[in-house]
């Protein structure tokens, strides 16, 4: 079945400064790959996502970017501010249609 | 936010007694999840419904039960509850499946002794 990998495990950065977080997936049949943030205290929500037949997708300061051939995806967050501190989550589409989801990634915003 | 609610928020109990956290929408969306959270798993499929008394297995759904009676109500019951079923349990809900967007509840923390 469809295994994710996600790295770091924490990220400390400097506001203002760019976050890269990484995951792979095991998969190739996986078409489907939403990122979620989850901020103390509450559930996660869907920032952004993109389908195979996509290689870059961006929505203001953030991006994500697919590379089905290396089977990795990555969440791109650029001039990060305070309220970017939360936890990341990135998820791969199984052939049952259920999302598998990464370990997550705790972003740090250091002022 | 999508009307998603869990009750209990918090519950505290004891090994081999028998637990059910509710799950309450009122989106009219077809599929419900039941999702556990722990430290460097991040979240772990447990059961999910697409549709009233329709339901299926997740990755973790040994000593798991569930029962969807109605649309917007979806139970998760820990028959008798083990150490290693203490958790945060996250609802969420989505239109359709796959590549559809799933909304989460608040959560519900349990903690078994």
């Known amino acids: ?111 | 936010d999508a009307g998603i609610t869990q009750s209990p928020r918090h519950k505290v109990t004891e090994t081999g007694t028998p637990v059910t956290l509710r799950c309450h929408q009122t989106e009219n969306h077809r599929y419900m999840y039941w999702y556990r959270q722990d430290p460097g798993h991040g979240l772990r499929l447990i059961h999910y419904s697409y549709g009233v008394k329709d339901t299926d297995k997740g990755e973790v759904s040994d000593g798991y039960s569930v029962s969807r009676s109605k649309t917007e109500d979806f139970l998760l019951t820990l028959e008798s509850a083990t150490s290693s079923q203490t958790s945060v349990y996250f609802c969420a809900i989505s239109e359709t499946s796959g590549t559809d967007t799933q909304y989460f509840g608040p959560g519900t923390r349990l903690t078994v002794l």
């Open chain 1, 1 to 111: 079945g469809e295994n994710v990998e996600q790295h770091p495990s924490t990220l400390s950065v400097q506001e203002g400064d760019s976050a890269v977080i990484k995951c792979t997936y095991s998969d190739s049949a996986s078409n489907y790959f939403p990122w979620y943030k989850q901020e103390l205290g509450k559930g996660p929500q869907l920032i952004i996502d993109i389908r195979s037949n996509v290689g870059e997708k961006k929505d203001q300061r953030i991006a994500v970017t697919l590379n089905k051939t290396a089977k990795h995806f990555s969440l791109h967050i650029t001039e990060t501010q305070p309220e970017d501190s939360a936890v990341y989550f990135c998820a791969a589409k199984d052939s049952n249609y259920q999302l598998i989801w990464g370990a997550g990634t705790k972003l740090i915003i250091k002022p």
